[in-house]
């Protein structure tokens, strides 16, 4: 391999090169958008808990005869809704396909259940395992807001209130460290009343009309929560990959430049071994 081989191997070198400033900047960027992420998700852990421990307090204080089709058993004879959490971007690793396998294999009946994505890159996903997407959101922002909550909420609440469907899960990777994050599936609704203990409490203006506002704040921060977890998960699997991928691209560089230097000296070598050997020949 002479000249046009070194030609070759320095085009090779500069094309890796620019990938790996690409992937470190990536990285830079999700680690940045993790940082911010955690620490939002942080602060909503102990807002969602609050929310919870209300809600169970306002449970605790309802009549034997209340009825609601929050607190009512799922039919069985009804679909079942699955709000799935997924990423609008790729390159984070196996972060859709993960959800999209632990899906598939939890859920059995297909037909009875309608599948709505947020995140354009779980759509292709939940087709190629035959499930049916009813609603799809996309462009969510790295940190949800209200306005996508309030909107995914409010589609998945007017199904259920008009008996379209008996049951709302949420599906997404909660983050429980850097290490290891894990797919989850979540009811939203109804709520079980199973060991809930009863006692009397003095709630104004009424008990009712606390208890549905209460729910309302409930259901959103739970589904905010969820959207937090999965974002977090989705930019620490991105930054992740994007280490893998720089990483990659320096043991290349790394190959490269060797195979390269070996070609130069060979070729240097064989130089001065024509010269010396033209100089023996004229003697």
């Not at 306002?58 to 039919?75: D, I, N, T």
């Not at 959101?137 to 199904?159: G, N, Q």
Request: net charge neutral; proline share 2%.
């Amino acid at each position: 391999m002479g000249s046009a081989g070194l030609i070759e191997i320095k085009r090779r070198i500069k094309s890796v090169e620019s990938t790996r400033k690409i992937t470190k900047a990536m990285n830079l960027v999700a680690t940045s958008k993790l940082r911010k992420a955690r620490k939002e998700l942080n602060d909503n852990e102990e807002h969602y808990k609050l929310c919870e421990e209300i809600l169970y307090n306002l449970m605790s204080a309802l009549p034997e005869e209340y009825e609601s089709s929050f607190f009512k058993k799922a039919s069985k004879d009804l679909d079942k809704l699955y709000i799935v959490i997924a990423s609008d971007t790729g390159l984070c690793g196996g972060f859709n396909g993960n959800i999209a396998n632990n899906m598939n294999e939890m859920i059995k009946d297909k037909e009875s259940a309608r599948i709505v994505v947020a995140g354009s890159k779980g759509i292709s996903y939940m087709r190629k395992y035959g499930f049916d997407t009813v609603r799809e959101y996309v462009e969510i922002p790295d940190i949800p807001t209200i306005k996508e909550v309030r909107s995914i909420y409010e589609d998945a609440l007017y199904m259920f209130k008009t008996g379209e469907i008996g049951e709302v899960n949420i599906v997404f990777t909660e983050f429980k460290s850097p290490i290891k994050q894990e797919v989850k599936i979540e009811k939203l609704f109804p709520i079980e009343m199973e060991n809930i203990k009863s006692e009397q409490l003095l709630i104004e203006p009424s008990l009712e009309e606390v208890l549905n506002s209460s729910l309302d704040v409930y259901f959103k921060s739970k589904l905010r929560r969820a959207m937090l977890h999965s974002k977090v998960s989705e930019q620490n699997a991105r930054m992740t990959a994007m280490d893998g991928a720089t990483q990659n691209a320096n043991d290349i560089l790394q190959s490269l430049n060797l195979k390269y230097n070996r070609i130069r000296q060979g070729m240097i070598t064989q130089e001065i071994s024509e010269i010396v050997g033209g100089a023996e020949a004229q003697k």
